[in-house]
């Protein structure tokens, strides 16, 4: 079983107040297992306090527990973990792995918008009897739909070649606003989004936005494998940490090139598959994220460097789409 470093351990055994760490550091990891520090405790409160129905006291305060996060993703993979650590946790004599597994079924895991429903559907929120729920199916549908009838609705006031642009890069321009539009801070970027403001501190906000930042700064710990150094992931990593290395002095277009260079170099990354490469797996996810990203941004830097009036009426187009969307 992992065992927790020394910061990570003050926070597994904290109570109260905020945490704050950045991509890659272990936070799902101590979430983990802080709330099972917390269900032992609940459970020796109630076996010591409630001896004649303790089990059905433990219950009841478990479900107390919220454990929320911002993607069903990242619920589910914390959902997973939390049932995977309980069965292999060392647990007092009175308490048996099947009563805390019962018990942590009463504990929420999953997105906040989720429990705020729940909330409402609870009738805990006061004046609110009823709210209107879109799958997020049918909310991705009804973007895509949007953004083919922004589209439509400019096309005679933009240059042929911008709507080219436009068409040839319609997927990626989808995925983005579906991103924008699930996202409260991104949202309220795009609203005061300048398009003749395109600068270096405009991606560097997004990139804050995106946590693209957190991972450009991540500690990779390939030394600690240096047994694997001819394995491909190895050597991926090795030549994103170059990137890294450039990325504090480099400006906005030597690092886009350089991004753009890596995954040029760098077409497919397979993560090994052992528990202790835990933390190199979880890189190369955001990696690989990360090129997704990254394409927007590879479409901007050749564009500008090629007719930046061009770019300029790519992104108020852009700017246009997401304020009829809005609307």
Known sequence: MRSPNQEQKIAIDSHGGVLSAGAGSGKTFVLIEHTLQKLIELAEVSFNQHSNNWQDHFVIESSKIALMTFTKKAAAEMKQRLESRIKNADLPNFL?????TEASHGVFVGTIHSFLLKLIRDGVVDGVESVE???SRHFDKDVEEFVDESLLKIQNKISSRTFSSLLSNLDQIK???KQIFNDAELRVFW????PYGVTDNFWMRFYQLTEINELL?????IKDFQSDS????YIALEKFKLVQDRFPQSTFHDHLMDLSHFFDDVKRITPPRKSEYEKIIHIISLI???????KAARYHLECASSNPEEMNEFYKVLKSIFELIDQ
């Open 175 to 177: 995925i983005s606003f």
């Open 230 to 233: 001819s394995k491909t992931w």
């Open 96 to 100: 048996s792995n099947e009563i805390l």
């Open 191 to 194: 609203e005061s989004f300048d």
């Open 217 to 221: 700064e991540i500690d990779i710990p």
């Open 133 to 135: 729920i879109t799958s």
């Open 288 to 294: 690989k994220d990360l090129r997704t990203s990254f």
